[in-house]
């Protein structure tokens, strides 16, 4: 046998090995349902401990108590992107076409607009933390809310960098 011919038998199997290992992230994927569940359940327990002192509270007790159920509900959406979206681009397609409850954003998603996505995510969230932190700012250091302020800030820079990373990226590719 030709060496040029083996090769070109070993170019398949190699190629479907490295293929295959793509459902290796399949576990990371139902791990991260699972969290899910637990962010499911974080937000259960925190509505029924705000109903069950909703007499003791204060109004900023409350404020406080809504915004840590919007920060798991906005982690939770996060968790849900990078599922679905980082199973549908790097693992094997849904095929949920026909399925009139398929996100939107799910019709033209790839690794670029996930991290758009995710990063957007994050910012939000970090702007829910910041939110909390200034209503609670008498409990607060003053080093601490500079550092998350920073933090922040640090994030809409990175999302920033990155949008406009893709943007250059996306005229180049397409210079119409």
Do not use: C
């Not at 070109?8 to 293929?19: A, E, H, Q, V």
């Not at 003053?142 to 949008?163: N, R």
Request: net charge neutral.
């Amino acid at each position: 046998m030709k060496p040029s011919t083996a090769s070109n038998l070993k170019t398949p199997f190699i190629s479907k090995i490295i293929f295959s290992s793509r459902w290796l992230q399949l576990p990371i994927y139902l791990g991260l349902i699972v969290v899910q569940g637990v962010y499911a359940y974080k937000f259960l327990a925190a509505l029924y401990n705000m109903l069950m002192n909703l007499t003791s509270l204060s109004e900023t007790q409350i404020m406080l108590a809504v915004l840590g159920l919007i920060d798991v509900v906005m982690i939770a959406n996060l968790l849900l992107m990078v599922t679905v979206g980082g199973y549908e681009t790097f693992v094997s397609r849904l095929h949920i076409d026909n399925d009139p409850d398929q996100p939107e954003w799910l019709d033209h998603v790839n690794a670029t607009v996930l991290k758009v996505k995710l990063s957007m995510a994050i910012i939000s969230i970090s702007s829910i933390h910041l939110l909390q932190t200034f209503i609670n700012a008498a409990q607060t250091s003053e080093a601490t809310m500079k550092w998350q302020v920073i933090i922040h800030l640090s994030f809409l820079v990175s999302a920033a960098a990155l949008a406009y990373t893709d943007k250059l990226l996306h005229s180049v590719s397409n210079p119409h």
